[in-house]
């Protein structure tokens, strides 16, 4: 079997008033067999990975068979190293990998879980994920947890997105937010925090030694996100999980967060940290640090699907992973690109024994969304 | 003063050329590689654009600052900083020339403007760079040594370009290489060795002896780039200074790479690190930590040239700067064909030219006679 083509295409959904800077970007891999494998990274700035995927990454796997997926990896990791390590590089590839992996998968009839030695577990915790919050008033914030809550979700987390060119701007706020989701909350419903790398070492230390009295189920990248000293310091001084990981996008640059940030939890994206062969060996380096994982992914479609696949082979990954249609459309908008669906029902995802991820594109619906573009 | 457009054209065996053009008529120019201008020409002209058209080109740091943070998923590195310091050199061009100075006197003065510089040359692979994994030889560069002497360079570097994926295939052929090379430029002659990522540790010492004895004036990215632990092991068992630095991309790379690295000299590359305004930040951390640093930058054009301009108001900085006509087929006027006046090296040196801005103007016929996107 052999690739014969990669293109990438942006899409959004005519129902819904998504910004087209964060429009989800859907690669497909066509073979020579007629096997199609789909991925999906974010399409902000789709102008330039689009570009990447198609005309620099494609060239350099077309005619490889699809199921070598280390070998294409390599192959465009090694040649495209001046445009990375990280960001364009790793997340085009991510996109590109989890296509491939999905045509391994549905060329073996197998769902990518049983390629990868079998799942775990396939009934799997999700939770509710919720963002902007640096834009919002505690009622706004309240809210959106509110929706996950009447939707049966159980495990929350907020987002602040302050990130680091916003550093400390409004600590107090944020704990009104926080407040107001918390005394909204059963004590025994999850409630995660995620500064976004807004805070600096002693402003972290201090709202996370608020918000663990209060019940805070994780504290996410609360520094920028290349301080490992200073985060090393704030898990040091909190008893509460500290995470950090969806901005390290190589093995080696996780090794350095686990070795000097040693974070409780690691959370790698599936498309940053370059699909599922890049993902799998991050995983690996994270059961050697004995670091729970609770990977990022604020995607409810293809990367959802592919980084649920992974996540189900680890025997420790008992935590809920993350799910939000924040940047793509409603649920239904998302679903309706596919001929089967996966859906979460109270907090659980079912991964379904479809081969591949088990998401197909439903050929009109992906053309109306490629025009609604 | 205001940024009115910003435009990115692929030079035929030449640069990546960017254009940053003001309301007031003063245009600044950056180059870089034109190695995937594909994806880089979107980024920026549109994402990048976007930001930075309407802001002053004198605020080069307001204007950095605006770039970073809403593009970090295009980096951190690779083609973020690439881009954001093809845009960077050109406010900083379009700054100097608006206050009537050359750079490096409105960077607040040259320590030195007549600069050595050294003959950079990489080996030939029968295969091309883009082959992984497999083994094949490379040819030593005599040719372009010769060249390189008879212009009259007495410093060079030999880069064997073995890259990760094809490491400790061939040490023994490396060292007849690079004894090849010295037999060509003669005993009067510097010569260090550039391993490109190339070796594993144990490699790198026993070659780096052999080096060593051998006379190389400096070993260059002897390890694969992100194997900091290595690299220390590698700079505690030789004399001789080991060198690293042209892959790592922010201020905080270079903190870790000094950190746990220690390398004896730090080679940042001005675009790799996003332009003047990083540069300058990097260079000042380098001297915190007393580190020499030897930039990165295999070229002959507006990179070489502005990175040379940053460097000359470094006063410990007395290594020669590297110089290479690789990437322009060996060719002086391959590299300077889309300018008005070139900043040519003479016998071993480049003259800063006291022009305002970085020194190169753009001749427009010149780069739609070049150009490879239309």
Redo the contacts between chains.
Sequence with gaps: MKITSVTATPIRFSSDNVSSSSVPLIVRVQTDEGIEGIGEC?G??W???K??IE??AGP?IIGLDPRDTQ?AW??VW????????????S?GMGAIDVALWDIAGKAAKLPIYKLLGGAARTHIPVYWSSGLGWQKTPDQMLDRVKEGWDLGYRAFKIRMDW???RLDSDPAKDMRLFDACRNFLPDDAALSFDANNGYTVSTAIQQGRYMESQGLTHFEEPLPQ??YLGLKQVVDALNVPVSSGE?ER?I?NFR?MITIGDPDIVQPDIA?AGGITGLRKVYTLCEAYNKPMMPHCPSAGISSAASLNLYATYQHAVRPHEYSYEFSGSLDAVMSLFQEPITPENGFVDLPDRPGHGLVLDQDAFKAAEAAF | MKITSVEAIPIESGPLLVRVRTDEGIEGIGETSPRYWEAMKPFIEGTLGDIVIGMDPRDTQLIWDAMFPPTKWIGPGGMQSICMGLIDVACWDIAAKSAGLPLYRYMNGAARTHLPVYWSTGVNWADGLSSVGGPSTPSAPLESMRQGREAGFTAFKLRLEWMNQRRDVDPVGDIERFKACQDVIGDDCHLAIDINNGYSVSTAIEQGLKFQDMGATHYEEPLPQYDYAGLKQVADALDMPVTSGELEHTLWEFRDLIESGGPDILQPDLMYVGGITPMRKIIALCEAFSKPILPHGPGAGVQNLNSLHVYSTQVNATLPHEYSLDFNNGLIEEAHRIYEEAAVPKDGFIDLPDRPGHGLVVVDEAVEAYRIDK
């Design positions: 974010s902000r700035y102008q330039s990975l570009p990447f005309d620099i350099l070998t390599d192959a090694t040649e495209t190293k001046s445009l990375g390590p990280g960001g364009l590089q997340t990130y680091n060119n290349y301080d901005n190589s080696y350095d940053m």
